[in-house]
């Protein structure tokens, strides 16, 4: 070891300044001396340089023995040179990275097509086939549809809500109705709308009074919204071409509903009304509108007498309309009762409430346009 490896000379009092500058004897006297020498320089670890210096890593501490311990206090936070990660118990481990979604594939239905699909083609038959060969079967088939949405709809207002809409004067009522229309025509279907809410009242007495008057203006909302709109239904029938005249009124409505779920499911993509109903779109109210004016044209012009094509046009218009407002109405209903369908009656469709959401609206409008472009019949 040289005097070069420790930076500054020795300062008096370490070693002594003559140690460094008397030559040492020959022989020896001069290797003890060196010897001594080299045993004293460890005990004096702050030769020359300060603490910024040393903290710098100076050489005048250059020896194998310093280089040794400044390995060994390596700062941990270097472990490059051992090859291993850097995982220290007080640093947090890495997040786990979030899971990637799923790829966008083909738009789904949201139902099951093929039982929707062949639950509509029976229905369909049975409408065709009932209306065509005796009209009093088909006012039965009106019959059975209120009937069955009147216990759906008092079933789940007392399920979801507590309200207790009496069922029997209900569906009573709501039955006399129809045939009230079909065979005294409006002024009929008015008597039996009142006598229906009568009905309510009066039924409703026989239990305590807590909630009645929450129980009876339900059980009036129901008798209006199911049998008595469907009454119009019975006075087309009534006309001498009431047959064609009800074909017209389902075609246009099922149409409406088709074109207006097919565009929306393929182009939609602004919502029509979010809060209420998600899933339906502007662009589905256009092929709503489109598809039921063409086929009011049609209808009007080969199955209804003296019809124009230009009346078809409007008829389809307030169809599209109408039967997107029904929808809405009822998507609004069960949304405030929380639930998903009316029913499960009908696979793929829900209930029988959910399949008459936009005929029943759309029954007084065709009535009311049919009579002011061809008369009663």
């Keep these: 070891m040289n005097d070069a490896s420790w930076g500054t000379p020795p300062r008096a009092g370490q070693w002594g300044?003559?140690?460094?500058?008397t030559p040492f004897p020959a022989g020896p006297v001069r290797e003890a001396a060196g010897a001594a020498q080299t045993r004293a320089m460890p005990i004096v670890p702050d030769a020359g340089g300060d603490q910024e210096d040393r903290d710098q890593g100076a050489t005048h501490l250059g020896g194998p023995l310093f280089r040794d311990e400044r390995d060994d206090f390596r700062d941990e936070r270097d472990d490059s040179h051992r090859g291993?990660?850097?995982?220290?118990?007080?640093?947090?481990?890495?997040?786990?990275?979030?899971?990637?979604?799923?790829?966008a594939g083909k738009k789904s239905a949201g139902r099951d097509l093929r039982a929707a699909i062949g639950v509509g083609l029976g229905l369909g038959a049975v409408i065709v086939a009932s209306l065509f060969v005796y009209k009093p079967v088909f006012l039965g088939v009106i019959v059975v549809a209120v009937v069955v949405g009147l216990w759906e709809l008092t079933s789940r207002l007392a399920e979801r809500?507590?309200?207790?809409?009496?069922?029997?004067?209900l569906a009573i009522g709501g039955a006399a109705m129809v045939v009230a229309g079909y065979v005294d025509g409006a002024e009929g279907a008015w008597v039996a709308m009142a006598l229906t809410a009568l009905a309510v009242?009066?039924?409703r007495m026989t239990e305590p009074p807590d909630d009645y008057l929450k129980d009876v203006t339900a059980g009036i909302f129901?008798?209006?919204?199911v049998p008595f709109l469907a009454t119009?239904?019975?006075?087309?029938?009534?006309?001498?071409?009431?047959?064609?005249?009800?074909?017209?009124?389902?075609?246009?409505?099922?149409v409406s509903d088709t074109g207006a779920y097919a565009v929306g499911w393929r182009f939609g993509k602004r919502k029509l009304a979010p809060r209420i109903s998600p899933g339906k779109t502007r662009e589905g109210l256009i092929g709503a509108v489109l598809f039921a004016m063409a086929a009011g044209a049609?209808?009007?012009?080969?199955l209804i007498d003296d019809g124009v094509w230009w009346q078809g046009l409007l008829l389809g218009l307030a169809v599209a309309v109408s039967a997107t407002l029904g929808d809405l109405g009822e998507s609004m209903i069960k949304r405030d009762l929380g639930i998903k369908d009316m029913g499960r009656l009908l696979p793929g469709h829900g209930g029988i409430m959910d399949r008459l959401d936009s005929l029943l609206p759309t029954a007084p409008v065709v009535w009311l346009l049919l009579v002011a472009f061809v008369g009663a019949g």
Excluded: N
């Design 84 to 103: 291993e990660p850097d995982i220290r118990p007080h640093e947090p481990a890495a997040p786990a990275p979030a899971p990637q979604a799923p790829k």
């Design 17 to 21: 300044s003559a140690d460094l500058h």
């Design 298 to 302: 049609l209808c009007m012009r080969f």
């Design 222 to 225: 129901t008798a209006f919204y």
């Design 232 to 254: 119009f239904v019975a006075l087309m029938l009534a006309a001498d071409d009431g047959a064609w005249r009800v074909l017209t009124f389902l075609i246009l409505t099922v």
């Design 161 to 169: 809500k507590g309200i207790k809409a009496p069922l029997v004067p």
């Design 201 to 203: 009242l009066v039924w």
